[in-house]
T-cell receptor, first 113, second 112 residues
Framework: EAQVTQNPRYLITVTGKKLTVTCSQN?????MSWYRQDPGLGLRQIYY???????DKGDVPEGYKVSRKEKRNFPLILESPSPNQTSLYFC????????????FGPGTRLLVL | DQQVKQNSPSLSVQEGRISILNCDYT??????FLWYKKYPAEGPTFLIS?????DKNEDGRFTVFLNKSAKHLSLHIVPSQPGDSAVYFC???????????FGTGTRLTVIP
């Protein structure tokens, strides 16, 4: 089954404790992206990747890191999480670019205390 | 600064009637627009898209209209069904770029 998976689905952590949210797709897509969803702000893009070792900033990259060492995986790293990073995070992938249909993962709900 | 705006946070419509969801944008360089639908506890799913060279695109019950001069697009759902109840996001992107800008979303409730 074609899908985008994210882990964990729910995470509670404390300020400053490094964490990684994993994202994996099995569709051989080149484009992958991370978004956060917040009330009243909708979805905002954090980072995206056009292919292995090619990443670029989205609208709200501050406080986040990403890496793309393999085509299928695109982890989101919060080196020193803060309460304002409490949010619902989505990973997505598409064949080549952001202009094409993106397939989203189920989301990761993060609470930073 | 929000470049894509959906000014109606919510909309309620009777089953069988038309639902019209609106979206405004400020960046005149946007040339491709998409609508995504999101159910609770799921990721968004693609619904329909439109290029700026068109002013209308239709797919079954869903039609998107684009008014470039007004920097406005709308999604029409006819007839509306209870299963259409979801949050709808519009999104926009410019040529040559790969970062996508989403609106704030409109929660549609279709009343049986």
């Amino acid at each position: 089954e074609a899908q985008v998976t994210q882990n964990p689905r729910y995470l509670i952590t404390v300020t400053g404790k490094k964490l990684t949210v994993t994202c994996s797709q099995n569709m051989n897509h080149e484009y992958m992206s991370w978004y956060r969803q917040d009330p009243g702000l909708g979805l905002r893009q954090i980072y995206y990747s056009m292919n292995v070792e090619v990443t670029d900033k989205g609208d709200v990259p501050e406080g986040y890191k990403v890496s793309r060492k393999e085509k299928r995986n695109f982890p989101l790293i919060l080196e020193s999480p803060s309460p304002n990073q409490t949010s619902l995070y989505f990973c997505a992938s598409s064949l080549y670019s952001g202009r094409e249909t993106q397939y989203f993962g189920p989301g990761t709900r993060l609470l930073v205390l | 600064d929000q470049q894509v705006k959906q000014n109606s946070p919510s909309l309620s419509v009777q089953e069988g009637r038309i639902s019209i969801l609106n979206c405004d944008y400020t960046n005149s360089m946007f040339d491709y627009f998409l609508w995504y639908k999101k159910y609770p506890a799921e990721g968004p799913t693609f619904l329909i898209s439109i290029s700026s060279i068109k002013d209308k695109n239709e797919d079954g019950r869903f039609t998107v209209f684009l008014n470039k001069s007004a920097k406005h697009l709308s999604l029409h759902i006819v007839p509306s069904q209870p299963g259409d109840s979801a949050v709808y996001f519009c999104a926009a992107i410019t040529t040559g770029a790969n970062n996508l800008f989403f609106g704030t979303g409109t929660r549609l409730t279709v009343i049986p």
